[in-house]
């Protein structure tokens, strides 16, 4: 008998559970905290609950993880986990523990359609979205194993950031649930400010989020005009920046928090020269959205052939939008030891879909719009 994974629900998805089993609804809060708060996963540890509910439970119900195949500790304290979602498929989860938070990437699919340039994830093509489960399932194994590993009886995780494998808005469905548990007090009670959707800019569905669950939001920018976001983001030919500053601005209108964040990728040679710095700050300035810059260097990985922007030319550019009165900030790299940017390992599983393949001859036949000269070409997660 096939039963179900009750990481699949938020609350409400829960309750409707429990009053399929003929159980009162508020059960299924009982149940929530046992399975998010308390990491069990055996009903009968659940000695609150009724025995006549954890029988039914025992025969109808799961709480199932993803197998971990790989776990590595950076010096850093940096841990990233490679887990099986079934198919030769894999997607990571990496911690991070700064000395005011912990914050866990959590990816949303295996491999990922939009097929950025310089993210290693886009070079392995898209398998599939993730269940609501598998998203949860990492902060759900992420969380619980720390709180051993650490010897600690709080929360561990403060912070998720939905910037792993794929592109969330382009796995909705099963994303907004995920994003319920996340902040729901019942399970890991983590604060809309500190739970952040990323996105290379799927504009129709910023909307929806706006309306359905505003939480943070980073939009992976990585250009400042259409002709050499065009390259880099494949999406912006759909969604042009214009649509796209357009649509961080209705959705602040909904957010708790008043910026966006926009995240861009330092690529030598490609965006990180001085009049890159200068259209940036005309783009945001002549939109009127309050934002700040993330500038992130570039992970270069085996199949890659761009190079991460040299130090002071990440910290001239940085100064550029400073002097602007940008607030901006330069990412510290870390796990560089473990391959800790996403999508480094899991290509090392398998490449289900050829896509680099598939990019290489797309680029061929495209137009090269990119404004200084190219080293080969290639990506990094957003
Ligand atoms: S940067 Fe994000 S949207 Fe672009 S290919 Fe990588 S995972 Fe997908």
Request: some cysteine.
């Amino acid at each position: 008998m096939t039963t179900a994974n009750l990481l699949e629900f938020d609350l409400e998805g829960l309750a409707a559970f429990c009053e399929k089993l003929g159980e009162k609804r508020f059960r299924a809060t009982q149940l929530f905290r046992w399975i998010h708060q308390r990491g069990a996963s055996d009903f009968a540890q659940m000695t609150d609950l009724a025995k006549s509910l954890r029988e039914k439970l025992a025969t109808t119900a799961r709480v199932e993880a993803l197998p971990v195949i790989t776990q590595h500790e950076s010096k850093d304290g940096t841990i990233k986990w490679l887990f099986d979602v079934g198919d030769g498929n894999a997607v990571e989860a990496v911690f991070i523990p700064e000395d005011d938070r912990g914050t866990l990437c959590v990816s949303s699919q295996a491999g990922c359609a939009v097929g950025c340039r310089f993210c290693s994830t886009g070079h392995q093509g898209f398998s599939r979205n993730l269940s609501t489960g598998e998203i949860v399932a990492q902060l759900w194994f992420a969380e619980h194993f720390l709180r051993k590993h650490l010897k600690r009886d709080d929360r561990v995780i403060s912070n998720v950031v939905m910037m792993g494998m794929g592109e969330p808005l382009q796995n909705y469905t099963a994303l907004v649930p995920a994003l319920r548990t996340m902040l729901d007090d019942n399970a890991y009670g983590l604060s809309r400010r500190r739970v952040t959707v990323s996105t290379s800019g799927v504009v129709p569905m910023i909307d929806r989020l706006g309306a359905d669950c505003p939480v943070a939001m980073a939009v992976s920018l990585h250009a400042p005009n259409d002709a050499l976001r065009d390259d880099l983001v494949p999406l912006n030919r759909k969604y042009p920046i214009a649509e796209l500053l357009e649509a961080c601005k209705r959705y602040l209108a909904h957010a708790p928090r008043d910026f966006i964040t926009f995240e861009y990728c330092m690529l030598d040679g490609v965006n990180d020269q001085p009049e890159h710095a200068r259209q940036l700050v005309e783009l945001v300035r002549s939109h009127n959205i309050s934002c700040k810059f993330n500038l992130i260097p570039f992970n270069p990985f085996p199949a890659s052939g761009l190079l991460r922007s040299p130090q002071p030319r990440v910290l001239a550019f940085a100064k550029t939008l400073s002097e602007a009165g940008l607030v901006t900030t330069v990412r510290k790299t870390r796990g560089d030891d473990i391959d800790a940017a996403c999508g480094q390992l899991a290509g090392d599983v398998k490449d289900r879909t050829r896509a680099a393949e598939r990019m290489a001859q797309r680029r061929g036949s495209e137009r090269t719009v990119v404004l200084h000269p190219v080293r080969k070409t290639a990506p990094q997660e957003h």
